[in-house]
């Protein structure tokens, strides 16, 4: 080979290495996190993930103990006007009760077939479990699955009249992408049911089915002509929700997470439970106070009251989102 | 630079580049499972992951996909004399004796108690329930935690004198690797605890706490003086055994495996619910052969029973894993 062209391979050799590494420093300036204002609330994310990830550092936590915990009504996806599983839950009610004629006899249900919108926004924990049992029991996990899919693509929220899949939270999704980015595990723990999010929690927010925890009711396994099948029963199995979450978290995980992320007095208990404890801990309450884009709501809400939760935000130093002034947009369809 | 240092220094490159090359293909001939005979059974293990993971290929699976589920007891480590667990709730009721001189009324506690080795093997699974009860229950989850990882340290296998984390299947360790390194997600799915689990099968069998699951008690969550508990109850949760394990399997993963490895007849359904379905599947039984270098048991066996389930590999074409023909070693400390 000629000498002229050995020493132009080596000086494009050189060239190359430089451009990638001023590529990967440029790389490194992108915002993750592009849809969060630059306030003390995005600064002390980022912060937290530093130390933690900082190798060496007095924080460091190794990968593999690296779990968050999020919510998921009122935290990644809408929660008013109703639960969105209450609003599937109601227009089951709608599509069985021709097959169930009783159930006209049984309030609140009887008003709300008759189409009555205060009973439906008035139903107590106590009416939407007995709702669950009715709607959400007698078939098998995998046709399930499919009524929740099925449902999923027509039903369109009253206000926005999009699908339901589309009222995520953008600054949410962008915050799980750059947890995982970071080497951690971002599980969900909901007090929604498990099968209803696992249709579509790893397409919409990338968390796998057995990232996902939730309240469920209990199946049976049965061998029917050959097939193995779950059935599902109408008796409760677990709520997790409130108390319920460490114990959910506990029984599914098996670890403590570094950092949680809710909504309100439903994650209170989750909250306690990462943050009051060795090393360095996050906790994150999203607020609603952006009536314009979203809603605003919290100690007087019906669904997802924020209280409690609130005030002990303060003595344990949990980091409170403010949707309207920590988000630039808050859904993905927003204009920016 | 000089033009002769050049074409050294590309030579050098060049030689680099073979030598990384004939390396790599050099470690692609190395053997991923040296513990396993050349039989057909290590032959199907092969066969089946090399079509799931054949990019283009009739019978691919999606990395996210490939989970494949182990029992532990008799699978993965020793079940024999009895579940290593049985012995650790054994020894716990000694040691918890003197503060509960009710025990010493209740049979067969009482017998056992007094040394009636007879007594303990005839247990059956009401008096291990009962047993579970009253020495698993009335601590936190971290307090029993540091009871299982104190008594692994100290305790000793009757027959082979070494610590029960040392009786596991050498085979089955590669076996989970392989696995891994093909991109599958490994579970266990136990009739044991969960909770006596998840302290060690990280560092033993490279199984994370989130990967385990297994049959529970109840937790309680509590704030005590500020502080966050989850405190065990003596109130059974769920048994991961038998018609369990598929439903455990729901519940904690929300897929179904593609592979599932057992070896008795609790591990019936877990095969049915892996195996009879659209796709390439693959279940195998880990069949105990071997009275010189472990035990020979099946039908018969107090623990472990291997009896419907080794009929049924007939129909369903599950692998039955010969441990004295199809295995080199059993136990890592075993001579080669």
Redesign the interface.
């Known amino acids: 080979?000629k000498?002229k062209s050995?020493?132009m391979?080596?000086g494009g050799i050189l060239g190359l290495a430089l451009g990638l590494t001023w590529s990967f420093s440029a790389l490194a300036q992108v915002d993750p996190l592009p849809s969060w204002n630059a306030t003390p609330t995005k600064q002390a994310i980022v912060e937290f993930v530093g130390r933690v990830t900082k190798v060496g550092g007095p924080d460091f936590v190794a990968p593999?103990e690296r779990?968050a915990t999020f919510d998921n009504d009122g935290t990644l996806w809408v929660e008013q006007p109703m639960y969105v599983q209450l609003a599937f839950a109601l227009d089951r009610l709608r599509a069985m009760a021709p097959l169930h004629p009783d159930w006209s006899y049984m309030e609140p249900f009887q008003s709300v077939l008759e189409g009555d919108v205060k009973a439906s926004a008035k139903m107590d924990e106590h009416d939407i479990v007995q709702l669950i049992m009715m709607t959400h029991a007698g078939m098998t996990?995998d046709e399930f699955s499919k009524i929740v899919t099925d449902w999923l693509t027509t039903a369109r929220d009253p206000r926005f009249k999009r699908p339901y899949t589309e009222l995520v939270y953008q600054p949410m999704l962008e915050l799980l992408s750059y947890l995982r980015a970071n080497g951690f595990?971002t599980f969900i723990v909901s007090g929604g049911g498990?099968?209803f999010m696992?249709p579509w929690t790893?397409k919409v927010y990338g968390v796998?089915?057995?990232q996902?925890i939730g309240s469920?009711i209990k199946?049976?396994?049965?061998?029917r002509d050959?097939?193995?099948t779950?059935f599902r029963l109408p008796d409760l199995?677990f709520i997790d929700d409130k108390?319920?979450?460490?114990?959910g978290i506990?029984?599914?995980?098996?670890?403590r997470p570094i950092a949680a992320f809710g909504n309100s007095d439903g994650d209170l208990?989750m909250l306690?439970?990462t943050t009051?404890?060795d090393g360095v801990r996050f906790g994150a309450i999203v607020h609603h106070t952006d009536a314009v884009r979203e809603y605003a709501y919290d100690r007087q809400s019906h669904f997802g009251r924020l209280d409690v939760a609130l005030d002990a935000a303060v003595a344990n130093r949990w980091t409170v989102i403010d949707m309207k002034k920590d988000w630039k947009v808050i859904f993905p369809f927003d204009p920016r």
């Open positions: 080979m000498c050995l020493s391979i080596a593999a779990i996990t595990k498990v099968e696992r790893e796998a089915p057995e996902v469920s199946t049976n396994f049965q061998m050959g097939i193995p779950l199995n108390v319920g979450k460490p114990v506990n029984e599914t995980i098996g670890r208990e306690q439970w009051i404890s």
